[in-house]
T-cell receptor, first 112, second 113 residues
Framework: DQQVKQNSPSLSVQEGRISILNCDYT??????FLWYKKYPAEGPTFLIS?????DKNEDGRFTVFLNKSAKHLSLHIVPSQPGDSAVYFC???????????FGPGTSLSVIP | DADVTQTPRNRITKTGKRIMLECSQT?????MYWYRQDPGLGLRLIYY???????NKGEISDGYSVSRQAQAKFSLSLESAIPNQTALYFC????????????FGDGTRLSIL
């Protein structure tokens, strides 16, 4: 059973609008969450992370929100740009030192 | 030059063959990992190593083995390849301080016929 779920395999958004990618997890021991972006023919690259002591972390156009009671996190991209088109993986671990468990990914297409 | 280098980038082979995928890194990280990616399943951990003398099984280690030859090198072997091991394989590293999340190579696309 998947411990990290991304229920939308794909998402299309107009350039300039907000992209919201969602992630749910089942293991209440998870305490550290990450988002990775992956372009075709490349490895994933780290995007942003959040620990459970926070409910929001922002880095430029990217913001991650965490709702621990709902075991839910989301990644907001504002404004969306065509270069953001990629697969986004949500990942979780029990601490920032532990191995991460990945979700299945959401493919984002930003339409010019 | 890439910080995490995987060789080969692509490989096609036959069922029953022994395959080795190699990974080297210049980041100086102690921790190294092997993942496989399958459509709809994301990345799943095969093996990981926290230093040269440490090897640990991940979620899906059956049918695989690893060797940590040096801090910078971590190889993955398929002793007798089978078609359901066809996948995209990634090597990754991380810093033991935990502040740096994992850094990935560009992957090896392996097809087993």
């Amino acid at each position: 059973d998947q411990q990290v779920k991304q229920n939308s395999p794909s998402l299309s958004v107009q350039e300039g609008r907000i992209s919201i990618l969602n992630c749910d997890y089942t293991n209440s021991m998870f305490d550290y969450f990450l988002w990775y972006k992956k372009y075709p023919a490349e490895g994933p690259t780290f995007l942003i992370s959040i620990s459970s002591i926070k409910d929001k972390n922002e880095d430029g156009r990217f913001t991650v929100f965490l709702n621990k009671s709902a075991k839910h996190l989301s990644l907001h991209i504002v404004p969306s740009q065509p270069g953001d088109s990629a697969v986004y993986f949500c990942a979780a671990s029990k601490t920032s030192y532990d191995k991460v468990i990945f979700g299945p990914g959401t493919s984002l297409s930003v339409i010019p | 030059d890439a910080d995490v280098t995987q060789t080969p980038r692509n490989r096609i082979t036959k069922t029953g063959k022994r395959i080795m995928l190699e990974c080297s890194q210049t980041k100086g990280h102690d921790r190294m990992y092997w993942y496989r990616q399958d459509p709809g399943l994301g990345l799943r951990l095969i093996y990981y190593s926290f230093d040269v003398k440490d090897i640990n099984k991940g979620e899906i280690s059956d049918g695989y083995s690893v060797s940590r030859q040096a801090q910078a090198k971590f190889s993955l072997s398929l002793e007798s390849a089978i078609p359901n091991q066809t996948a995209l394989y990634f090597c990754a590293t991380s810093d033991p301080t935990g502040r740096q999340p994992q850094h990935f190579g560009d992957g090896t696309r392996l097809s087993i016929l």
